[in-house]
């Protein structure tokens, strides 16, 4: 199976005493079973447990982490202008509608049980999707792409996401302790935007950057009577060791081009086989944005057969 091809993989690839922590969150994951705890200090609230089928042992846990402590995160705010104003260019000159990739798609575009919670209306734009950079969106957006460069950010995704208004996001987990998520404010109607994790609530700030635990259940609201957009990213846990970095992106790779494992893995349908078929529907058959969705999802549905979801 796939599953045990990567197990193997790891195990030659890395010394599995570096990598101990990724071979066993691999193993939990590929077996099915999921954390699901109450965060220390005996709090009662249902808001403050940790659930996660990707889960390393060992990361600390922190609702808000202090973003001025990365270098990172400093230079992200010390540039926010620079996001904003190119944001704002290619929204109003109208180039993302005819240029852009996957312009604005919604969960409801991939609903499953794991994004139901956000609502219809949460769009997103990609940038970089599990370290794989968007060859359109990255031309559009060059100075975003490039400060993400330069600073240093240690980002597995990267997208704009949008939050219309009056609108919210149901209480939720995303699955992964291993990331962090971040937020630079981009639009934001201050003092109307609010995003709680656990038991602590907080505004978004335009030009201000916020990292949080999303393995821990939260949830969001614009009360505002305009949208929000702000630009979002998945980040590596800082407490994890370059070798287990290094060692999740390997999984990662092979979850997309299952080619690199020797032998092969067997699979049913590997996800590039997936994509091939679903791109395989005639021009007549729908618009260029109905195909790349239909691509996406039969993508999406291959890897999550073969691995249950990971990351």
């Given at each position: 199976s796939l599953a045990s091809a990567i197990d193997d993989s790891l195990r030659s690839k890395f010394n599995p005493a570096d990598i101990q922590r990724v071979i066993g969150s691999w193993r939990r994951m590929a077996a099915g079973e999921e954390h699901d705890a109450p965060l220390p200090g005996g709090s009662t609230d249902p808001m403050m447990r940790q659930q996660a089928n990707?889960?390393?042992?060992?990361?600390?846990?922190?609702?808000?982490?202090?973003?001025?402590?990365?270098?990172?995160?400093?230079?992200?705010?010390?540039?926010?202008?620079?996001?904003?104003?190119?944001?704002c260019s290619v929204i109003e000159g109208g180039e993302l509608e005819r240029r852009g990739n996957n312009v604005w798609i919604g969960l409801g575009d991939i609903r499953d049980e794991t994004t139901v919670a956000y609502g219809p209306e949460w769009r997103t734009l990609g940038l970089l999707d599990r370290g794989v950079w968007d060859p359109v969106n990255t031309k559009l957006f060059p100075r975003t792409t490039a400060l993400l460069h330069d600073s240093g950010t240690p980002c597995v995704e990267a997208f704009f996401a949008?939050?219309?208004?009056?609108?919210?996001?149901?209480?939720?987990?995303?699955?992964?302790?291993?990331?962090?998520?971040?937020?630079?404010?981009?639009?934001?109607?201050?003092?109307?935007?609010?995003?709680?994790?656990?038991?602590?609530?907080?505004?978004?700030?335009?030009?201000?950057?916020?990292?949080?635990?999303?393995?821990?259940?939260?949830?969001?609201?614009?009360?505002?009577?305009?949208?929000?957009?702000?630009?979002?990213?998945?980040?590596?846990?800082?407490?994890?060791?370059?070798?287990?970095?290094?060692?999740?992106?390997?999984?990662?790779?092979?979850?997309?081009?299952?080619?690199?494992?020797?032998?092969?893995?067997?699979?049913?349908?590997?996800?590039?086989?997936?994509?091939?078929?679903?791109?395989?529907?005639?021009?007549?058959?729908?618009?260029?944005?109905?195909?790349?969705?239909?691509?996406?999802?039969?993508?999406?549905?291959?890897k999550k057969a073969a691995t249950a979801g990971f990351g």
């Open positions: 990707s889960f390393i042992d060992g990361l600390p846990v922190t609702l808000f982490h202090d973003a001025t402590q990365h270098s990172w995160a400093r230079e992200l705010e010390a540039h926010a202008h620079v996001v904003e104003d190119e944001f949008k939050m219309p208004a009056e609108t919210s996001i149901q209480a939720h987990s995303d699955g992964c302790n291993f990331h962090l998520t971040s937020h630079l404010g981009i639009v934001v109607p201050e003092g109307k935007c609010w995003l709680k994790v656990g038991e602590e609530q907080r505004f978004w700030q335009r030009g201000k950057v916020m990292l949080f635990d999303t393995s821990v259940m939260h949830s969001a609201a614009n009360e505002a009577p305009t949208d929000r957009y702000v630009l979002m990213l998945r980040v590596w846990h800082p407490s994890l060791s370059d070798l287990e970095v290094e060692a999740l992106s390997w999984i990662f790779k092979c979850l997309d081009d299952p080619a690199l494992l020797a032998p092969v893995a067997e699979v049913s349908e590997t996800p590039a086989r997936a994509t091939a078929r679903a791109k395989q529907v005639p021009a007549k058959g729908g618009s260029r944005q109905e195909r790349r969705l239909a691509a996406k999802a039969a993508k999406k549905k291959a």
